[in-house]
């Protein structure tokens, strides 16, 4: 379970192919922190740490997880947000997140906003999708690429997020332009409650 709060960007060292899986071998500040088998979440993608080694660590990315977020575009050198999985302990300062990819949406307008950014993002309309809860609402929650934002004139295939300047410079959106995929989780509120309602609906079929 994650917060949505980046602690920092991660550089990617290398990338290896095994098979149809890869593995990502990230630098960052708190490696020595780190343990086998912890998640780590990477723009948003929950991953278990497989290897710590040299002041790197690497995870695994299977199949299904490079179909679904943009990880598999991920080249040599590129910045990964990432968040170590949330204590229990600790105050909820963004939204819940689990880590769950749901799908990618694409960048298609960036506007100043008096010294923040307004960052627009597409994704394909899908609606047996949005009946299950795969959708913003205004002033709603979603993460973007593992950012826990707050939605912005939201339509059935777009959503606007402002994104001020501490996060545009310790987040990737300070490498995100026009064009830029993201990885996108819908906030898991609202997918229950579509849930709720499809079974309130299977169950009483005449109310």
């Known amino acids: 379970m994650f917060s949505g709060i980046i602690e920092e960007f991660a550089t990617v060292e ?3 192919r095994d098979r ?3 593995d990502l071998t990230l630098r960052c500040s708190f490696v020595g922190e780190l ?3 912890q998640s780590v979440a990477h723009n948003g ?7 710590i080694e040299d002041g790197t660590y690497t995870v695994t990315a299977m199949k299904e997880t490079l179909d ?8 040599v050198g590129d910045k990964v947000n990432v968040e170590r999985s949330m204590l229990m302990n600790g105050r909820l300062d963004g939204h819940i997140v689990q880590g769950h990819v749901d799908q990618t949406a694409r960048c298609t307008h960036m506007e100043d906003a008096g010294g923040s950014t307004y960052f627009t ?3 394909p309309e899908n609606p047996e999708m949005a009946r299950k809860g795969y959708f913003t609402v205004d002033k709603g929650s979603v993460t973007v690429n ?9 339509t059935p295939t777009t959503f606007q997020v402002a994104i001020i300047p501490y996060t545009f410079e310790h987040t990737n959106f300070c490498d995100i332009r026009v064009g830029t995929v ?8 609202g997918k229950y409650i579509a849930r709720l309602q499809q079974l309130d609906a299977t169950q009483n079929p005449l109310t």
């Not at 929950?46 to 290897?51: A, E, I, K, S």
């Open 14 to 16: 290398a990338i290896t």
């Open 45 to 51: 993608v929950c991953l278990t740490v497989v290897r």
């Open 146 to 154: 593992g950012v826990s934002l707050t939605v912005c004139n939201p």
């Open 68 to 75: 679904r977020t943009n990880l598999g575009l991920l080249k």
């Open 182 to 189: 993201v990885n996108v989780e819908f906030d898991i509120l």
């Open 121 to 123: 993002f597409e994704y």
């Open 35 to 37: 343990k086998i088998d």
């Open 20 to 22: 149809e899986n890869i």
